[in-house]
């Protein structure tokens, strides 16, 4: 009996962040073409995905980034067709999604995430002022459903608000305000439960945005080690575990499963704040969490196959009663 299978990788779909998905897609279906597996890409373009039903599917690697990729609506639709698939399930790929949500949850489980609040974006800048009083200059603005750094803005001047909130808010309705944190950033990735090596950024413009993400080439990934003796490439060894140790909190308080990245800032207090958790990570050659797997001798091929065996994990539904 052939332990043959037929994988489909879904990639592209209807958000701001298809392009990457493209590129992370292609990526993922190349390599798994190296194992002894049946490889199907289908280039989604609506939320039906109505392709499904042209193939006998074993498993699928879902490389969709944003709007019905992360948050939970293909996921749903894998579900009712009985495809097992990559990724965290559907409550959490919406609880992810969604910066409000995943925030309060981070704040129930006394996860430091910076200060926030929430406005319609529609309301009148006046007000808005009012309200961020408590938060204090700089802010950063955000769409709550957008990732890739879609729809932020940094905020130092009360005269950018407006622009900030029009650019979120050209994506959501409402609005996340959030206090800016400087320090360094840094990201962890998480594989089967096990945190991956920490990643600082250095984007060479002050905000890591879409455009740092992915063409910028000046933008620095430095592979940090857990050392003693602080350096360039180094955090002191408490930080560091710590480092991981909320990471995987984040990730677990969410209910995610298999993979995930967990961006985080640790600020110039030596607090580390948790920004948001990512459920399906880029996989492009400039991802982070592929860089980082390398980083402990696993290569993307064999990532790619340890993310596909993760798909046949139980999910949070599987386990715990959620109100719909």
Do not use: W
């Not at 006394?110 to 009148?124: G, H």
């Not at 920490?198 to 857990?226: C, G, H, M, N, W």
């Not at 982070?288 to 390398?294: C, I, Q, T, Y």
Request: with cysteine; aromatic share 6%.
């Amino acid at each position: 009996m052939s332990d043959k299978k037929n994988i489909v990788v879904l990639m592209g779909g209807i958000s701001s962040e298809r392009e990457i998905s493209l590129q992370s897609g292609k990526a993922v279906a190349n390599a798994l073409r190296e194992t002894n597996n049946n490889i199907i890409e289908i280039i989604v373009k609506d939320e039906r995905v109505d392709e499904l039903d042209n193939y006998e599917i074993d498993v699928a690697f879902i490389a969709l980034h944003g709007r019905f990729g992360e948050d939970g609506g293909i996921q749903k639709i894998l579900e009712s067709k009985g495809i097992p698939y990559t990724g965290s399930g559907v409550h959490a790929s919406k609880l992810a999604m969604n910066k409000l949500k995943s925030k309060n949850i981070f704040k129930r489980n006394n996860i430091p995430t910076p200060d926030y609040l929430t406005v319609p974006a529609v309301q009148s800048i006046t007000e808005i002022i009012k309200i961020i009083e408590r938060l204090k200059l700089p802010v950063v603005t955000k769409a709550i459903s957008n990732g890739s750094s879609v729809g932020i803005s940094i905020i130092k001047e009360y005269d950018e608000l407006q622009n900030g909130i029009n650019y979120a808010g050209s994506f959501d309705k409402e609005v996340l305000i959030e206090k800016y944190i400087e320090g360094r950033e840094l990201t962890v990735g998480i594989l089967n439960s096990t945190p991956l090596p920490v990643i600082e950024i250095k984007p060479a413009l002050k905000f890591y945005d879409y455009d740092s993400k992915y063409k910028d080439k000046r933008t620095q990934y430095i592979i940090l080690k857990a050392s003693d003796v602080s350096s360039e490439e180094s955090l002191f060894h408490s930080v560091y575990t710590s480092t991981q140790e909320l990471a995987i909190r984040a990730h677990d308080s969410l209910g995610c499963r298999g993979i995930s990245r967990v961006d985080m800032i640790l600020g110039k207090d030596g607090q580390i704040y948790v920004l948001e958790v990512n459920t399906i990570p880029g996989f492009t050659e400039r991802s982070l969490l592929p860089k980082a797997a390398n980083a402990v001798n696993i290569g993307f091929t064999e990532l790619c196959n340890m993310v596909i065996a993760t798909a046949f994990k139980p999910t949070y539904e599987d386990t715990h009663i959620v109100c719909p």
